[in-house]
C-alpha cells in the first residue's frame, strides 16, 4: 500500500508539474515557461537537496557519533555589528544573533548540546517539532531552567521536512537574539529542484540613541535586520540567471512583516508546517510573514537585474528611527543637555506662537540620521529658513552631518554627500512635508566602501545611501557577471563563509 501510495503520489506530482508549467507558459513570457522546464531537466539530474545559505549568518556545524548527528549549540552574549559603525550586545549563539542555522535531512537521529553561557537560566524550544514532551524546551514545565553554566542535551529523531526554528522560550532573551532556524531537508527532494536557497530570519530591535543593548521592553522598534544586519550592510542574495531560487522568511519578532519581490512572481510554497501541495502553491509578489511563521517561496530568475527583496512597511525600511528625541535633528551647534522636563520636551522656549519653529526643540541625547551618530546634527524634518536649511543640506557642515562622526571615516564616500544642483527645487522649504527621507532621515553618504564585498560587486555607484532597514537584493546575474562575482566570493577565502556550499558547487 505504502508503495502504491507513494507512486501515485508522485504521478500525481508530476501530472501537477506539467499542468503548472502549461500554464505558467499561456500567462507569463514564453521564456520563463523554458525556464522552469530547464529547472525541470537539471531536477531530473541532481540527487539530493542543495543547502540552505543564511547569508550573514552560515551554518552550525556537527559531528557524527555513531549514527547520530551531534550539534553543540552556546548560548552567549554577541558583540555584533548590525550597519556601518553601529554595534549592538545581542543574546545569541555561537557567535551571531540569530545563531547559527541547523540542517538535518528527514530521518536523521540529531542530538544538540546546549550551553548556557549568559548569567541567568535559559532553555531551548524547538519551534514546530513533533517530539517528545521532555525536549520541549518549556522551562518549569516540560525541563528545568538551564541554570548559567549548565548544561542540557536534546535528542530527535527527526521524521518532518521544512523550514522549522529553535528559540529561547522565555520573551526577553528571544527580543535579544535568541533564535535561529532549524531545516529539515526531505528525504526525496522537492520537485522542482531549486539552484538556490535562502534563507531571511526577520528581526526588530530597539536600540536607545547611544546604547547597544536592544531594549527588549521597547516595542519602538529603530533597527529592521535581515539575519542580524540593517540595509546597507546586508548581504545580497546571488543567483545566475535562469536559477530556480527558493526564500525562506522566518519571524521570530514583535512585529508583522510583508515580504516584497521586485520583478518576479513566487509561488508560496511552503509554511512553518513544511511543504505545501503544489496544487495549493499561491502566486504573489508580497507576502505577509506573520510572528512564528515561515514562508517559503520559490520563482525562476529569469529577469535579470539587481532586484530588491524587502519588507514592505515603510518604517521597516529605515534605520536609526526614534519618536521620543522629536526636533533633535533640527537644532544647528547640538542639543543643550541636561534641560528640565519642559525644555527637555521641546516646550516653551523659542518663538512663542511658534511651536514648530526652528528654535523648539529638546534636550537630550544625541541627534538622529545617518549611521554611527555620536553628535548632534543640523538637518530638518521641519520647515527652517532658507539658509538654515541650505546649510543643513548642502554638505558643508561636515562635523554636523548625519553619520559624520569622525571627518575621515574610513571608506566613505564624501562625494554622495554633496548636493547636486537641482536636487532641491527653489521654494523647497515652502512646500508642506518637505524634506522627506531622501534627504533628511537617511544617511546623506553612499556607504559602497564601508559595506564593500564581492557580492556587491558591479551594482550602481551610490547604491547604499537608498538601503536601509530590511532591505537586500537578489542579484539576478547573466553567466559572466555571475561567475566574476563567483569568482571574487571564492578569492576572499572567508571562514566559516554562508557562502560555501555556492561556492563549491560553482
Ligand atoms: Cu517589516
Given amino acids: ?217 521597547n516595542m519602538e522598534f529603530n533597527w529592521l535586520v535581515f539575519n542580524g544586519k540593517a540595509g546597507p550592510a546586508t548581504t545580497p542574495l546571488i543567483a ?74 515603510p518604517h521597516h525600511m529605515m534605520n536609526q528611527m526614534s519618536s521620543n528625541v522629536g526636533r533633535m535633528t533640527r537644532m544647528s551647534g547640538g542639543m543643550p543637555a541636561g534641560g528640565d522636563m519642559n525644555t527637555g520636551m521641546g516646550m516653551l522656549r523659542g518663538t512663542p506662537g511658534a511651536p514648530t519653529g526652528e528654535d523648539y526643540g529638546p534636550a537630550l541625547g544625541q541627534g538622529l540620521g545617518g549611521v554611527g551618530n555620536g553628535n548632534d546634527v543640523s538637518t530638518t524634518n521641519g520647515p527652517l529658513s532658507p539658509g538654515k536649511a541650505q546649510s543643513a543640506m548642502s554638505g558643508m557642515d561636515h562635523a554636523n552631518m548625519p553619520g559624520m562622526q569622525h571627518d575621515n571615516m574610513p571608506g566613505m564616500d564624501m562625494s554622495g554627500m554633496q548636493m547636486e544642483s537641482g536636487d532641491i527645487a527653489p521654494n523647497a522649504t515652502n512646500v508642506p512635508n518637505f524634506p522627506q527621507d531622501a534627504y533628511m532621515e537617511g544617511p546623506m553618504m553612499a556607504m559602497d566602501k564601508m559595506v564593500d564585498r564581492p557580492e556587491n560587486y558591479g551594482l550602481n555607484p551610490g547604491w547604499s545611501q537608498f538601503m536601509q532597514g530590511m532591505m537586500t537584493f537578489i542579484r539576478v546575474l547573466p553567466p559572466d557577471k555571475y561567475d566574476e562575482v563567483i569568482s571574487r566570493m571564492r578569492d576572499t577565502n572567508r571562514p566559516n563563509d554562508p557562502y560555501a556550499s555556492v561556492l563549491n558547487r560553482g
Avoid at 521564456?31 to 542543495?50: C, G, N, P, V
Avoid at 538535518?104 to 513533533?130: A, K, M, Y
Avoid at 513566487?266 to 503544489?278: A, K, L, N, S, V
Wanted: aromatic fraction near 10%; glycine fraction near 8%; include cysteine.
Fill in 240 to 313: 545566475r540567471l535562469g536559477d530556480r531560487v527558493r526564500i525562506r522568511f522566518v519571524n521570530l519578532g514583535m512585529d508583522h512583516h510583508p515580504m516584497h519581490l521586485h520583478g518576479h512572481t513566487f509561488y508560496t510554497t511552503g509554511t512553518e508546517g513544511g511543504r505545501i501541495p503544489e496544487s495549493a502553491w499561491w502566486p504573489g509578489n508580497t507576502v505577509l510573514v506573520g510572528v512564528a511563521q515561515a514562508r517559503d517561496v520559490e520563482f525562476v530568475a529569469n529577469n535579470p537585474g539587481d532586484w530588491m527583496v524587502h519588507c514592505h512597511l
Fill in 1 to 217: 500500500m505504502a508503495n502504491r501510495r507513494s507512486f501515485l503520489q508522485s504521478a500525481f506530482g508530476l501530472g501537477a508539474a506539467l499542468f503548472s508549467a502549461d500554464r505558467l507558459s499561456a500567462s507569463t513570457s514564453p521564456s520563463a515557461a523554458e525556464q522552469l522546464k530547464k529547472s525541470r531537466t537539471r531536477d531530473r539530474r541532481s540527487a539530493s537537496y542543495i543547502p540552505v545559505v543564511t547569508t550573514d549568518i552560515g551554518d552550525l556545524p556537527y559531528t557524527m557519533d555513531g549514527d547520530v548527528k551531534v550539534f553543540h549549540l552556546i548560548a552567549q552574549v554577541v558583540k555584533q555589528q548590525i550597519a556601518p559603525d553601529k554595534y549592538i550586545h545581542a543574546w545569541g549563539f555561537n557567535g551571531s544573533a540569530p545563531g547559527p542555522t541547523i540542517q538535518v535531512t528527514q530521518g536523521d537521529r540529531v542530538r544538540v548540546i546546549f550551553d548556557n553561557q549568559l548569567p541567568e537560566p535559559s532553555s531551548i524550544h524547538w519551534h514546530g517539532f513533533e517530539d517528545q514532551i521532555q525536549f520541549d524546551g518549556q522551562p518549569g514545565i516540560s525541563q528545568p531552567p538551564v541554570k548559567p553554566g549548565g548544561r542540557f542535551i536534546y535528542e530527535f529523531t527527526i521524521h518532518q521536512e521544512g523550514t522549522y526554528f529553535y528559540h529561547s522560550h522565555m520573551a526577553m532573551q528571544e527580543m535579544a537574539g535568541m533564535l535561529g532556524a532549524f531545516i529539515m531537508h526531505p528525504k526525496e527532494p522537492y520537485r522542482p529542484h531549486c539552484d538556490k536557497d535562502y534563507l531571511i530570519h526577520l528581526q526588530e530591535y530597539a536600540v536607545l540613541p547611544n546604547n547597544t543593548v536592544p531594549n527588549t521592553m
